[in-house]
Every structure is written in structure tokens, then in C-alpha cells.
């Protein structure tokens, strides 16, 4: 399995099979007000299908994580779990004292 992370394009979501709660939460936002919200964000590639979407936003001190993941994603679990860690090691170590993520409660 060949897994790699790029610059998120609008391509990545148009391709990305979402997961009915992920396609629940963003049901109703216009398109465009969520590329915009995307850019700079990051997508997981495996063998060359989007698996996640993800990015993150320091302001004052607090870094917030967002993600939108497909079910290529969750049959990853423990590739998850470190790369969760090591996102909040680095908002740390870049000055956060606080980072804040929201999840489903399935997760």
C-alpha cells in the first residue's frame, strides 16, 4: 500500500468517498466556502486515492485540527493513531499550549 501526503487540491475532494457522517456534516455548506477553508491543508494519498483531508490553524496559542477521512482511512487504524500524535506533538512544539479536535463519537 503505497501512501503518500500532497498539497491539498480541490481534486482530492471531488475524488475523496466519504463517510456517511463526514458526508452528514458538511451536507448544506456551499462547495466553495469549504475549498476555500481547505486550502493549505494537506491529503493523504493511498495508492493514489484520497484518504483524508486534513489540516490546522494556530490562533492564539490554541491549535485546532480538522479532518475529513474516507473509509481507505479507517481500515488504517494504528497508521491513524501516530499520525494524530505526531500532528499534536508539532502544534506543541510550534507553541501551542492548548489544541482542541472534534470527532464522532464512533471514532
Given at each position: 500500500?503505497?501512501k503518500r501526503?500532497?498539497?491539498f ?9 466519504l463517510?456517511p ?44 485540527i480538522?479532518?475529513?477521512t ?7 487504524p494504528?497508521f491513524?493513531?501516530r499520525?494524530?500524535r505526531n ?6 512544539e510550534?507553541g ?5 479536535a472534534?470527532c464522532?463519537?464512533?471514532?
Amino acid at each position: 500500500m503505497e501512501k503518500r501526503f500532497v498539497d491539498f487540491c480541490p481534486e482530492h475532494f471531488e475524488r475523496m468517498w466519504l463517510r456517511p457522517e463526514d458526508a452528514a456534516d458538511i451536507a448544506g455548506i456551499d462547495k466553495e466556502t469549504l475549498l476555500e477553508c481547505w486550502q493549505g491543508g494537506r491529503t493523504l494519498l493511498v495508492n493514489d486515492e484520497p484518504a483524508l483531508v486534513y489540516g490546522v490553524q494556530i490562533q492564539d496559542g490554541t491549535g485546532a485540527i480538522w479532518s475529513l477521512t474516507s473509509p481507505l482511512f479507517a481500515a488504517m487504524p494504528l497508521f491513524g493513531i501516530r499520525m494524530g500524535r505526531n500532528v499534536v506533538r508539532a502544534l506543541f512544539e510550534a507553541g501551542c499550549h492548548r489544541v482542541e479536535a472534534l470527532c464522532h463519537a464512533e471514532n
